[in-house]
């Protein structure tokens, strides 16, 4: 089917990167940031001007929206595209100043704001994939917030499609956007009754045409360590500080494996992400990461081995080891449903794409929903080099991306 699509994507995108989104890791508060609510609002205003009447926000910071069915079959499943609001804590979204690079030639990028910035067609081979489109960058002093502004984009496009054309049949479509996700905590809230699907798709993914439907398992550890203070002009023999505990710890971590810099593809990793304390009390904060629940444990195990390993030289200390689970690999869930993932999939070849199916090296909302009822594979948003001054996004990759939404929408209704 040939859709008439007057794309508003891209207006929206800009728009929506200009609002500070940041997530805040060391917040005890749901949402983290008070912040995240004000692009809610924005969203929240468009989708009733679009005419979704029940559009609202809650007090925990989500949006959610439903586009009615307006086809006669009965038995449609209620499909839910869901994306996040907040953007990295890793590096400032603050003022950001979207640009557009129209018609890409191949070059390197340099970004105005901060010359020492330049996106580097080696460092960004996709890149060369897209010449003589259009690229989105941030102005070298911030994130561009693609991540996962684009999905939000692309999701309130796709409802501007299909409010515009009540014409075109499908059934229930569900929104959902949350707050938080780039800290662990996105679905932390979500009200599954009401939420009311049967199927959904995170919009959160990277390159054109990509579908994951494999992510990591995730743990959170944390080692608190009670050291020994004393008085260091008297410490001889009986100072114990829990800071040095801390930094051997780390520094007893392997050296060519099992860490971020060091793998690739299904490999695993330990990754210390916080350290803090003084002489008498000090934490170290890792997430553990793999494949499978088995190699997940396997890693915890060497972890606590090492620390138990550090501790013998230091008899009077002690130290506690906390696991804590974040997420696991979606597929576990998935695969006892496989029309979610073909039907995307189709959705995508209606939108002129060959698909690819891929495993992610961290987990969506996606993850977590598909083990609260929510069978919910990660389809591609155009987002590249998220999480940094470098990010990226082609504005036909969202237009891609929009598409598919719809056509994704359109295989559910036909398939009933």
């Known amino acids: 089917m040939k859709l008439d699509i007057q794309h508003t994507v891209l207006g929206r995108f800009l728009e929506y990167v200009k609002i500070d989104t940041q997530s805040d890791p060391e917040s005890t508060t749901f949402p983290s940031t008070e912040k995240q609510k004000n692009l809610g609002k924005v969203l929240v205003k468009e989708l009733l001007e679009l005419g979704v009447s029940d559009a609202h926000m809650d007090e925990h910071g989500y949006v959610y929206a439903t586009i009615p069915a307006n086809t006669d079959k009965k038995n449609v499943p209620v499909i839910c595209f869901c994306s996040h609001m907040d953007t990295s804590p890793d590096c400032s979204g603050k003022d950001v100043k979207p640009i557009i690079h129209r018609n890409y030639d191949g070059s390197d990028i340099q970004l105005p704001d901060d010359h020492r910035v330049v996106l580097r067609t080696k460092d960004h081979p996709n890149l060369l994939e897209q010449i003589g489109n259009d690229i989105v960058t941030a102005s070298g002093s911030t994130l561009l917030g693609a991540d996962n502004k684009a999905g939000l984009a692309e999701i309130m496009d796709a409802v501007h499609f299909f409010m515009a054309h ?50 990591f398992s995730a743990d959170a550890v944390t080692i608190e360590i009670t050291g020994v203070s004393i008085h260091p002009g008297f410490a001889k023999g009986k100072l114990e500080s829990a800071l040095k505990i801390a930094a051997d710890i780390v520094a007893s971590l392997p050296k060519g494996r099992l860490s971020p810099e060091t793998t690739e593809g299904m490999q695993g990793f330990v990754h210390p992400v916080t350290m803090s304390g003084a002489v008498e009390e000090a934490r170290i904060q890792f997430i553990v990461r793999d494949f499978t629940v088995e190699k997940l444990h396997q890693h915890e195990n060497e972890l606590r081995q090492i620390m138990e390993k550090v501790l013998k030289n230091y008899p009077n200390s002690r130290a506690e080891f906390i696991v804590k689970e974040q997420y696991r690999n979606m597929k576990e869930v998935l695969v006892q449903h496989p029309q979610v993932v073909e039907n995307a999939m189709e959705g995508m070849r209606r939108a002129g794409m060959e698909p690819e199916r891929h495993s992610i090296r961290g987990g969506t909302d996606g993850s977590r929903l598909s083990f609260m ?42 398939k009933a």
Not at 173 to 195: A, C, N, Q, S, Y
Not at 204 to 213: A, I, N, Y
């Open 166 to 215: 009540p014409e075109v049949k499908h059934g229930a479509i569900r929104i959902l956007f949350t707050p938080d996700e780039e800290i662990g905590r996105g679905v932390d809230h979500v009200d599954m009754k009401k939420l009311g699907a049967d199927f959904g798709y995170t919009v959160d993914g990277e390159k054109r045409g990509t579908m994951e439907d494999e992510t």
């Open 373 to 414: 009822g929510l069978p919910c594979p990660n389809i591609f948003a155009g987002e590249h080099a998220f999480h940094s001054k470098e990010e990226w996004v082609s504005v036909q990759d969202m237009e891609k991306a929009v598409e598919t939404i719809i056509h994704t929408a359109l295989v559910w209704e036909e």
